[in-house]
């Protein structure tokens, strides 16, 4: 069931989908680097107009290690017009789920929604499909990270629910 506002949840990692690494020296993406605290990142030169388009039919969530500090750090960088919700992470449940899922499950509730990261393993498949609520699973090559061809399937998949959903 959609909320209120008529949108799903997208659930948006940044190192390996908005940050890029992996790549070949010489074949270096285009982006900004971007020091945080001491590390520098390479922030892809579309990462912010991604993150606008998928606002329109998303309600966009950090879902990163990062946690409070994406808010501090890629707000000006990728022009965001408020800070976004973001998650916290606690221990992982046990050793074969992945350390994001419980606080993803906290945010999300029944809610729809998709998950944007680098770093998908078995058990995040296996808790997708098992979802009452439709989720969906996008996940990126931390050398290109979110391209334009995601966004087109994200935006598909949430159009897709707007019209499954009678209000």
Known sequence: MLPENG???????????LSLFGFQSDRRPRGNWLNVEGIVHLISAS?????HRLAVPFELVWCSGW????N???????????????????????????WKLAAIEAHAGERPLAWVDD????SCRAW?????????????DP???LTDAHVVALERW??????????
């Open 143 to 145: 050398a290109a990270g």
């Open 119 to 122: 770093a998908h393993d078995d």
């Open 72 to 98: 501090e750090h890629l707000l000006g960088a990728l022009v965001l017009p408020a800070a976004l919700p973001f998650l916290t992470f606690t221990a992982p449940d046990g050793p074969s789920r992945h």
């Open 158 to 167: 949430a159009d897709g629910l707007a019209v499954a959903d009678p209000g």
């Open 47 to 51: 990462a912010s107009e991604h993150l």
């Open 7 to 17: 949108k799903p949840l997208l659930f948006m990692d940044i190192d390996g989908v």
């Open 128 to 140: 997708a499909s098992s979802r009452a609520a439709p989720t969906l699973l996008v996940t990126t």
């Open 67 to 70: 946690e409070e500090k994406a």
